[in-house]
């Protein structure tokens, strides 16, 4: 969890008595910057060519720092950080640099082991709402996970950021909400890059849903587990089948907020595989210590659900994690077995590492059918093959709504979770026929991830639904400054976006 403080002050930068002061520079058209404490202090800077503004470029001086404003400074350091230009009036694009700009701001306090800063607003061209942009690519960007190091005794030890000033000129109401808003969801974001790190024996289905029971009690939501018998008795055959050759107990969380005036329901599922070996149909060794990983779609609903009970929208919002991991034993899952899916449709299992659209099948199907939902999305680090068909930039979706879909990838790009609709049609599906059973769990090589799709599409009837293969863009993400290496937490802040924006009747 951040354990930072973060205020919001009317207070000139030349009052700043902390460690650092940083000033957003933004770069104008021809180059130059634009007018305010910025453009005095640059003028003496200018003659070196060292600083433009440009995007996440950064320039950290030492007292003295200049005559004039300058000379009454009080802070330990300033740090000039680059904003590039305007954007060309993408306002995606602006929103996206103020982000980076914040996570270099990170990096460079990680490297002078910086616990305390100020981040100037309005000094310069800043708005408040892209100020609060700029502190969102701080926050994200600042985070380490230790748990698991002893510290050395030699090295200094820094823990990152644990204070943090805004110095407003004005609007300091507005700015103290927006803030508000951007720490919660940042946090939520290390909370679920903190489960991701933690190995498979670190954090199993168990843990999901104890952390689940916790965070219901904390903001007075509902949580109810299904266990393995429960599972059995609503005949939820795709998980139980995942689950046959482990010795941890699957679990099926279930977290449900649900306001009094709301209409509206939205259902989140999220694959909570904690370790995919494969099953029988074993992984190469080599690389498979990332399938610890395979939990990142479940750590993203989870942790954006801490979100939605901490600011109780007025929509319902429902969300369910079916945790287990795959393993091998004699009494694993075997290729060639049939399954009966929650509901009743039939698979015959080609691959046991196809796992997760199994424990997805049941999650979804139970879920519109128990909960009647306007809208189902699920998350899931689902197919190798959304990896080669966009890499880890952006994050291949497929929808049955319209809708739905603008609305995703109009808010994946607005949040800096960029989200690309794929296919879904009966051709693929046919990729899926078996011989014995209603579908068989792999549809082939070519377009494994629609094929993937295909399959839940299956469960979901007419809700409209878009599923989120994360595979791609849950670790490895960017070379982004405020992703740092490892799990990267993508989904959370678009799925908080979603809710945040919901309207009913839309
Ligand atoms: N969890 C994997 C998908 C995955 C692979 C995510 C690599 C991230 C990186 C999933 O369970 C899986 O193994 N999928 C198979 C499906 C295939 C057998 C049809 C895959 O993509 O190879
Ligand atoms: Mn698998
Ligand atoms: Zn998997």
Known sequence: MLEKQIS?????????????????????????????????????????????????????????FGTGLAASLRCRRLLFVG???????????????????????????????????????????????????????????????????????????????????????????ALKR????VARAAAAVHVARDMANEPGNGWTASHFARYAEDLARRLDISCSILEKEDMAALGMGGILAVNQGSLQPPKMVILHYYPDQATETILLVGKGLTFDSGGISLKPAQGMMDMKYDMCGGAAVLAAMEVIAAERPQVGVVAIIPSTDNMVSGGALKPGDVITHYGGVTAEIESTDAEGRLLLADALAYGIEKYAPTCA??????????????????????????????????????????????????????????EVADMKNTGGKAAGCVTAAEYLHRFVGTT???????????????????VPKGPSGFGVRVLIELVRNWQAGQ
């Open 8 to 64: 919001v002050v009317k207070k000139a930068a030349t009052a700043y008595k902390g460690e650092l002061l940083v000033i957003p520079v933004m770069q104008d058209n021809s180059g130059g910057y634009m007018p305010g404490l910025a453009a005095e202090l640059l003028a003496g800077l200018a003659g070196y060519g060292e600083f433009s503004g440009k995007s996440e470029q950064c320039l950290l001086l030492y007292p003295p």
């Open 83 to 173: 904003l590039g230009g305007a954007g060309d009036g993408d306002r995606d694009l602006l929103h996206e640099r103020l982000r980076l700009a914040g996570g270099a701001v990170a990096a460079q306090c990680k490297a002078a082991r910086v616990e305390e800063l100020a981040l100037c607003a309005g000094c310069d061209a800043l708005s408040g709402p892209q100020t609060s942009l700029l502190l969102e690519g701080l926050l994200l960007g600042d985070y380490r996970f230790l748990k698991y190091k002893t510290p050395d005794p030699d090295e200094p030890s820094y823990d990152g950021i644990k204070t943090i000033e805004i110095l407003a000129a004005r609007g300091v109401a």
């Open 178 to 181: 927006e803030t508000a808003r």
């Open 377 to 434: 999305i699920d998350m899931a680090t689902l197919t190798g093959s959304m990896i080669f068909a966009l890499g880890h930039h952006y994050c291949g979706f497929m929808s049955n709504d319209q809708r739905l879909s603008e609305k995703l990838a109009s808010l994946g790009r607005a949040c800096g979770e960029p989200l690309w609709r794929m296919p879904l049609d009966e051709a693929y599906k046919k990729q899926l026929k078996s």
């Open 464 to 482: 409209p639904w878009a599923h989120l293969d994360i595979a791609g863009t849950a670790w490895n993400f960017t070379e982004k400054s405020y």
